[in-house]
């Protein structure tokens, strides 16, 4: 559990006795790859973070066509905020792309530690404002950056999941068709 300690470490210092509470709040789950924590039309009643593995937030639209829309390895966090927040069903698959131990944290549970850890509120609140930020500079990106531009981008800021994720999921996640990804790597391993 050192590593989700770590992760509340960098934003909030709790004490010993509020380490021990957020823990005993937890639960984890081991998945296999290719097993999904949650299906689009559920409700997400969990924030879920990556202790180890891989795992992929995506949509898939009318025409059965998948929509990537975030990576989560180990020391990261993912849920359908959407659904989290107002309790409605989802829109989110999130799958395991490699073995994973996630640890659980109940949206109830997630709400008593806010009473009883108030820095935990501040932690979650700084969770949400990154992840906003992100998806912001995501949008803006799709807009005005080519998909040259957003896979340079991708590979900077995510390193570590070049060789982990499959092309087609990179492809997916920069906004292009598998082919036209393809092509256009080819093309920049040429220069």
């Not at 021990?20 to 879920?48: D, N, P």
Request: hydrophobic fraction near 40%; charge should be negative.
């Amino acid at each position: 559990m050192a590593l989700i300690l770590d992760n509340i470490g960098k934003h909030v210092a709790l004490t010993p006795a509020e380490e021990a509470l957020f823990l005993s709040k937890l639960e984890i789950r081991h998945y296999k790859a290719k097993s999904l924590v949650l299906q689009a039309g559920e409700v997400c009643t969990h924030s879920y973070f990556v202790n180890s593995g891989l795992l992929r937030g995506f949509t898939i639209n009318d025409h059965i066509v998948e929509h990537l829309m975030s990576f989560a390895c180990a020391g990261w966090w993912i849920g359908d905020m959407y659904s989290l927040l107002s309790q409605q069903p989802g829109t989110l698959f999130i799958e395991v792309l490699e073995d994973a131990e996630v640890v659980l944290l109940s949206k109830t549970d997630q709400e008593e530690l806010y009473t009883a850890i108030p820095k935990l509120e501040r932690f979650f609140r700084i969770l949400t404002e990154n992840s906003l930020v992100a998806n912001q500079e995501r949008l803006m990106d799709n807009l005005s950056l080519t998909a040259e531009e957003r896979f340079e981008k991708f590979c900077k800021r995510y390193p570590s999941l070049i060789q982990q994720v499959p092309q087609k999921q990179i492809a997916s996640y920069i906004g292009v068709t598998p082919e036209f990804f393809s092509k256009m790597k080819s093309k920049l391993l040429r220069k």
